[in-house]
C-alpha cells in the first residue's frame, strides 16, 4: 500500500468524529428529499403527512421509520422469532418480507434474503460517508433498513432490518387492513 493512501485514509478516519450535527442535518435533510426509486404499478404510495404517521406508531418507531434513525443491535424481539407467517411495515401493514427468507445473519437485527417483489424502494445513502443502499416501504415511504451484498445465496444479499419497522404476523392470523 501506498504510503499516501495510508495517510489519506488516517485522515479520513481522524475527521470523522469532527463532522458537525449541522452538517449531519444538512446531509439528512437532502437524503429525506430524495425520491425513492419504486414500482408504481405494484404499490400506490401514500401522501400522507408525517404528523398522521406519527399518531399511528411508537416514539421509537417513528423515529426509525421517518426520521431514518437505527435501533440498537439485539433489541428486537423479531430477531428470535422463528414461527412462519409475514412481516408487515409497522405503520402502514403492507406487507415487505416473507418468514422463509428470513435468517440469522449475526448483525443483531432482523435479516432477510429478500423482501416481497414491488414492496420496498431503494435509494443511496450517504449519513457515513460511504455510500450504502437504504430501503423504505413503497407504499409510506418508512425507513426499513439497508440492504447489503453479504448475504447467502441464492441471490447473496442482506436486506437488514430494523425490527422497530416491522410487525410479524403468524400464518395462522389474517392479515390485517393496510393502513391509508
Partial sequence: MKRRTLLEGFIALATLPFISSCSRELIAEEQRSTKIKIDPITVTPLKKPHE?????????????????????????????????????????????????????????????????AGHTGTKRDFMLIWPRTEYHCARCGGHQGHVFNDGPPPHGERWCNNGLALRFIPKEEALPELRG
Fill in 52 to 116: 398522521e404517521w406519527r399518531s399511528l406508531v411508537s416514539p421509537e418507531a417513528y423515529r426509525v421509520l421517518f426520521e431514518e434513525d437505527t435501533e440498537r443491535p439485539e433489541s428486537s424481539p423479531l430477531n428470535k422469532e422463528h414461527r412462519n407467517g409475514t412481516y408487515i411495515c409497522a405503520a402502514c401493514y403492507l406487507p415487505l418480507f416473507e418468514s422463509e427468507h428470513k435468517y440469522e445473519s449475526g448483525t443483531g437485527w432482523p435479516s432477510f434474503t429478500q423482501p416481497i
